[in-house]
């Protein structure tokens, strides 16, 4: 067995390298701190490679570029932060409507609006779901160490291409510069998904083609099959439509793909949860200091146990109701005002206090401040 | 040379998509029609052409033709395009933008591309106004010349779309008009030809809102205009100022080389040592390699 290859490695690298494991050939961004390292090190990167790396004039023009890449063949991704996601929104509902795999990391900081470029926060949860215009079911990953921003960025090409669809990767100030030991895995250790080919002659294609899994196999252009898209409603041959059976059935299929495929998109991970009556519910780099908080709050004997989303959307909700069934208690821990918290009151049934700690001054959470609202919660 | 119904017969969808969406006595249809013309002229393989697209009249022309064709957000058909072209070097690109959703919300886009030279033809219709909302001014609005929105005369100045895209780097432009369809024709051909950012503006008629709106008349009037207002580049050089006051220059009025961005973009990733994208061709490698 070869030697493992361990290196020290900021967030925003791991990414990088992340992606070109995951085999990226297109880049298009735009600066933006606190992602901007990703854009450097696969501006230096890509073309060793044979990829190609642009830097676009704005994020409205990044995501075009990704998505017109991806059609025509391209692994594509794009980073940016909070502003720029901001407007990344229109055609990232685009990429969704004519369902086109890409990559969109959000490397979170402070907001509303311009906000605090240089400081953590997870304020974007919301936005990564319901940022875009009309009915919207994305998946949204979320990484908590340096090792998981490697693994997750494949996974984002891997569930983008699997499912025809955009998948955003929410990152934050803290992971994206950070450093932390990571074991590169060999590339025979890592999986590529890629999107599935039609076999039918370009006669018969339908680039929307209607699947039993809703998810369509996709040519790409210059293959022969010449199909048209569009972010009109339109019919399964790609064309606008204005039947009432026909958008319903489009509308029906973007949110089938990913709801009825729930169980494979949706990831956690779980810590004490087996005669936990208290829930701490955190993701991404809160997770940390929740994980940290459980296990004092254990030392202390207080029944707690650790929920931590993986996919934010769809949101785990299926586990988590099932963990919920004996928890009296459930704290949600966010660094924003409150986002995810709506989801858990959404499942809780009223046996089950949900309360929520949050951070929003451009710190982290600390384990102690969960430890105290554990010990506040709990009469 | 092909006749009119075997590039009827080649380019155009056939299923569904007919009666098209614009006017009758619109411009644009005539616009598509000497692109196609010049398309069947270069006997380029239409497996091999992409056709972008943002919002507006112009904007629905993509779902006609036969080539891959991307239908976008509005004004952002160029960006689209770039994406399309850097992975696939070696497929035609060829955006159709109107004159508002290429020159004001994707206008950003336009000079980019024009800087970068990146090998796209663009086809802007620039019909003075925005058709497809119902006759707002546009950034090509002439002054003191109504719209919806400038219902007291438009108090703005329109863009010159020939200085705009050589002061922003573009390496061919030509004007023609829907009038001047055979002209066109050859225009469109030579931009298509060309490598590197081209454009075409191709001034075309919206007597539907612009031409009531102003009074100018149905379409064959406003098509007339344009035949007795239009004056080639090359006849204008001959004459004064004073002659070609208010005149359409039309022809090839820029035609320059410069380094082409797809291209200098594969020879660094040759120069980098990385391999050739698995997509292309042998034969294109090699050329790639030789050039
Ligand atoms: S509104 Fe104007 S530009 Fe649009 S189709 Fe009618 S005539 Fe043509």
Redesign the pocket.
């Known amino acids: 067995m070869a030697e493992d290859n361990i290196k020290l490695m900021q967030g925003n690298e791991a990414c990088a390298y992340g992606a070109l494991a995951a085999g990226v050939t297109f880049f298009g961004g735009y600066p933006i701190t606190p992602s901007t390292e990703i854009a450097e090190i696969l501006s230096r990167e890509m073309p060793k490679n044979g990829g190609r790396f642009i830097q676009m004039e704005d994020e409205i023009a990044s995501m075009a570029a990704i998505i017109g890449a991806s059609v025509a063949g391209a692994k594509s991704m794009t980073a940016t932060s909070g502003p720029g996601f901001s407007l990344m929104q229109e055609n990232l509902g685009y990429a969704y409507m004519t369902e086109v795999p890409c990559v969109v990391v959000d490397v979170q900081r402070g907001g509303p609006s311009t906000g605090l470029p240089t400081k953590v926060a997870q304020a974007d949860t919301m936005q990564a779901k319901w940022g875009t215009h009309g009915d919207f079911f994305p998946i949204v990953l979320a990484a908590s160490t340096i090792e998981d921003t490697y693994h997750m960025t494949i996974k984002a090409f891997n569930l983008a291409e699997k499912y025809r669809t955009p998948v955003t990767l929410l990152l934050d100030e803290v992971l994206g510069h950070m450093r932390e030991k990571i074991r590169i895995p060999d590339s025979s250790e890592v999986e590529i998904v890629n999107r599935i080919k039609p076999t039918v002659p370009p006669e018969w294609y339908q680039h929307f083609e209607l699947t039993a899994t809703h998810v369509s196999p996709m040519a790409n252009y210059g293959e022969g099959y010449r199909f048209h898209m569009t972010g009109l409603t339109h019919d399964p041959s790609g064309f606008p439509t204005a039947k009432p059976a026909e958008i319903k059935e489009k509308l029906d299929k973007l949110k089938s793909k990913i709801m009825q495929n729930a169980d494979d998109i949706c990831a956690y991970s779980e810590e004490f949860l087996d005669d936990a009556h208290i829930v701490v519910i955190a993701y991404g780099i809160t997770a940390r200091a929740a994980q940290q908080a459980v296990r004092i709050a254990r030392q202390r004997r207080f029944k707690v146990g650790l929920f931590q989303p993986i996919t934010i959307w769809p949101f785990p909700e299926k586990r988590l109701r099932k963990i919920l069934e004996n928890a009296d208690l459930a704290i949600v821990a966010e660094l924003n005002q409150g986002q995810l918290i709506h989801e858990v009151r959404k499942i809780a049934k009223t046996k089950t206090r949900v309360v929520g700690t949050f951070r929003y001054d451009g710190e982290l959470m600390t384990p102690m401040q969960i430890v105290d609202k554990i010990k506040e919660a709990h009469r | 040379m092909s006749t009119a119904s075997t590039i009827v017969y080649n380019y155009l969808r056939s299923k569904k998509k007919f009666p098209h969406v ?2 009758p006595g ?1 411009g ?1 249809g005539i616009v598509m029609g000497a692109l196609l013309r010049s398309m069947a002229d270069l006997e380029i393989d239409k497996n091999n052409v992409v056709m972008v697209s943002g919002i507006g ?1 112009t904007g629905r022309m993509p779902v006609y033709c036969d080539f891959n064709t991307l239908h976008t957000t509005h004004g952002r058909a160029i960006a689209f395009a770039t994406g399309v072209k850097i992975a696939k070097p070696n497929m035609k690109v060829i955006a159709v933008v109107g004159d508002g959703d290429g020159l004001a919300i994707g206008g950003n886009h336009f000079i980019h591309a024009a800087r970068r030279n990146i090998d796209i033809t663009t086809i802007l219709v620039n ?1 003075r106004i925005y ?2 909302t119902g006759g707002q001014y546009s950034p090509t609005t002439p002054w003191q010349k109504i719209g919806s929105t400038a219902p007291h005369g438009n108090v703005e100045h329109p863009f010159d779309i020939c200085d705009l895209a050589k002061g922003s780097g573009a390496t061919y432009f030509a004007r023609g008009t829907v009038y001047h369809a055979t002209q066109l024709q050859v225009l469109i051909k030579a931009a298509l030809q060309k490598k590197g950012f081209s454009v075409v503006e191709c001034i075309s008629n ?4 612009y031409g009531r709106l102003n009074r100018e008349g149905s379409a064959v009037k406003m098509i007339q205009w344009m035949k007795e207002n239009a004056i080639n580049a090359k006849v204008a050089e001959k004459k004064s100022p004073e002659e070609i006051e208010g005149k359409i220059l039309t022809g090839e009025l820029w035609n320059i080389e410069r380094p082409e961005y797809t291209e200098q973009y594969e020879r660094l990733i040759e120069r980098l040592g990385g391999k050739p994208p698995a997509e292309e061709k042998p034969e294109e490698k090699e050329e790639a390699v030789t050039q």
Do not use: A, D, S, V
């Open positions: 614009w006017c619109c644009i009249c019909n058709g497809m919206c007597h539907t809102l």
